[in-house]
């Protein structure tokens, strides 16, 4: 059986034909190669191992399979303990083989044995049932980079030439490769998340090359894809603290790109996700570099216009930021306010939601340094024409802790909202706006008779001089139009 195992199978499937170079194998000894070269290994081809007893068999060197071979290799339990080191190596490299997933009944036989193969693999590393050894992680970092690193389809609307296409209303890609795809992942997330990995030989083969290519994958249109990923790369962050550093970093560089550049990410929602585990372990006091990650990368997000695939991972870092120091929000509320939309009502409703948070969060003396161009901000929203804005804008005097604030501040703020609460009792054409700004015209009157009242005397006096402006404009192109038509009869 042994023999088996070493001098691999003879045998030649009729139903598919693989160009060995795709799967050759290289001395695993060979350090300096590590998992960049990841589509194709023939040039590292080495010797093949004769028997049991070579040398090459000794450091696990892999046979050069012939073209088109893939036979089922005897279950780890079947084998000597002392065996199964280099069975393990011989199913990677089995799992080395590409198939070709559009023909759904192309080769089903050799794509049922490497499934069935990186299912033992996974299960192997689970168990723990054996320390693998150097030479082993490294290959199957190999095989892994085989898998996964690949060039990803063009999107959908890349194929559509549509440019400005809603994301969110794309046709769902799913990988078809799958299968084979996600036992692939899993391996990968069970030997990270091990006991048994020893951070100081992964990083080796889990270095930043690897890395960045992980991060790459990001943009891959399968959600299933993306949601491993995230795991993966969540998980390297937490066991290779070397890589931290260079992880925001390269982060931060696809956000740049982003936002300012293509607007087309598929994993920016999963990216953030695990920033926001990241910010949420953030230790005080804040570096300096973490808030030039907030001014330069986090609050520019809100810019781009496909904000709603990932706004709530977006708004949960925001707020986490405000929360670990609240000496942020005066900056963070400013920034929403630069990038506040214009003419897109549902981003304003997004972002007033997620105002709401911040101000969650505020402390009084960061709320008075901001608090009159952010009002003068929710006055525009509250004679929105599109009811859920002011709606959504209203619903503020709903959050005890923002009332809290406003009540404290309310000489600077009532005279700035004033008018646009009085506007919208007497020309709002939706009925909820109407009685939701009665509530709140009723809420400040309570608050302060005195100040509702001069509020009122200023709006009145306001409301006269504009109609004597507007009178006297129009005697003046009365006197304009009686000269005009006088020198026409003249003439």
Not at 66 to 81: A, H, K, N, Q
Request: proline share 5%; hydrophobic share 40%; with cysteine.
């Amino acid at each position: 059986m042994f023999k088996k195992i070493i001098k691999g199978n003879k045998k030649t499937s009729k139903s598919d034909s693989h160009d060995p170079s795709s799967y050759g194998y290289g001395p695993p000894g060979n350090r300096n190669s590590g998992p960049n070269v990841v589509v194709n290994h023939a040039s590292r081809a080495g010797p093949a191992a004769s028997g049991p007893n070579s040398a090459g068999a000794a450091v696990g060197v892999a046979v050069l399979p012939p073209s088109g071979t893939i036979e089922p290799l005897p279950l780890f339990r079947d084998v000597p303990v002392s065996e199964r080191q280099t069975l393990f190596i011989r199913k990677l490299q089995v799992c080395c083989f590409h198939f070709d997933f559009s023909d759904t009944l192309k080769s089903p036989r050799e794509k049922e044995i490497k499934r069935q193969t990186l299912l033992e693999l996974v299960d192997f590393i689970q168990s723990g049932s054996g320390k693998i050894t150097e030479t082993c992680q490294e290959e199957m970092i190999k095989m892994v980079s085989v898998n996964i690193f690949r060039c990803l389809p063009p999107a959908s609307h890349e194929n559509t030439g549509q440019e400005n296409a809603d994301p969110e209303e794309e046709e769902l890609y799913l990988e078809p490769c799958w299968p084979h795809l996600q036992l692939v992942y899993e391996l990968l997330l069970r030997y990270i998340v091990s006991s048994d990995t020893d951070t100081k030989v992964a990083k080796r083969y889990i270095d930043h090359s690897f890395v960045l290519k992980l991060l790459d994958l990001f943009d891959s249109e399968d959600p299933r894809e993306r949601e491993y990923l995230k795991n993966i790369l969540h998980r390297i962050y937490g066991k290779f603290m070397v890589h931290r550093p260079f992880i925001r970093k390269a982060i931060n560089n696809i956000f740049y790109r982003f936002i300012y550049e293509t607007e087309r990410h598929s994993g920016v929602a999963e990216l953030l996700e695990i920033l926001g585990s990241i910010i949420n372990g953030f230790a005080l006091p804040m570096k300096e570099e973490h808030k030039l990650f907030l001014v330069r990368a986090l609050i520019p997000l809100h810019k781009p216009k496909p904000i709603a695939v990932y706004h709530q991972q977006l708004s949960y870092c925001i707020t986490q930021f405000v929360e670990k120091d609240y000496k942020l929000a005066d900056t963070v509320i400013r920034g929403l306010l630069k990038y506040w939309p214009v003419t897109n009502c549902q981003k304003e409703v997004l972002f007033l939601g997620e105002l709401e948070e911040v101000l969650e969060a505020t402390q009084a003396a960061e709320f008075q340094r901001c608090m009159v161009p952010l009002f003068r901000q929710i006055a525009r929203c509250l004679n929105s024409s599109h009811f859920q804005v002011a709606e959504r804008a209203l619903f503020l005097w709903n959050n005890e802790h923002i009332v809290s604030l406003i009540a404290q501040n309310r000489n600077v703020i009532l005279p700035i909202i004033f008018e646009a609460l009085e506007n919208n009792i007497q020309t709002h054409w939706n009925q909820a706006v109407h009685g939701l700004t009665v509530n709140v015209r009723k809420m400040f009157m309570e608050m302060d008779v005195d100040l509702f009242e001069e509020c009122q005397r200023q709006l009145a006096e306001r409301e006269a001089r504009a109609r004597e402006v507007e009178e006297q404009r129009e005697m003046t192109w009365k006197k304009l139009a009686d000269a005009a038509g006088e020198d026409m009869i003249t003439a």
